[in-house]
């Protein structure tokens, strides 16, 4: 069983940035792809940001391209997302994740992951 656990929540002022980081434990961390999604209140969990395994390859849903940026250190099990020019659209509960299979490519589909952590919040106000 994996554990991944998110930090780096908080509220911060529209134009601003913030990191999150997600800490992984209880599998072979390099071997897999991971994820960062979102949720916020009365909407579906959608995509954010994934890397590959190695950090060769990044993928980023539209509305993030260029503003956030997803690294993974595998000396640490952990994956980043550095998120700047925050807007208010952005809050929302933030979710790391882990694919369901190893040695895959980038995932973007939440369905390809099984590991999820608890999640941190983002609010950034206007």
């Known amino acids: 069983q994996v554990q991944l656990v998110e930090s780096g929540g908080g509220l911060v002022q529209a134009g601003g940035s913030l990191r999150l980081s997600c800490a992984a434990s209880?599998?072979?961390?390099?071997?897999?792809?991971m994820g960062w999604f979102r949720q916020a209140p009365g909407k579906e969990r959608e995509f954010v940001a994934a890397?590959?395994?190695?950090?060769?390859?990044?993928a980023y849903a539209d509305s993030v391209k260029g503003r956030f940026t997803i690294s993974r250190d595998n000396a640490k099990n952990t994956v980043y997302l550095q998120m700047n020019s925050l807007k208010p659209e952005d809050t929302a509960v933030y979710y790391c994740?882990?694919?369901?299979?190893?040695?895959?490519?980038?995932?973007?589909?939440?369905?390809?992951?099984?590991?999820w952590g608890q999640g941190t919040q983002v609010t950034v106000s206007s």
């Open positions: 994740a882990a694919a369901a299979e190893p040695w895959g490519d980038i995932y973007t589909s939440k369905y390809k992951y099984a590991y």
């Open positions: 890397i590959r395994r190695s950090g060769g390859s990044t």
């Open positions: 209880g599998r072979t961390f390099s071997s897999y792809a």
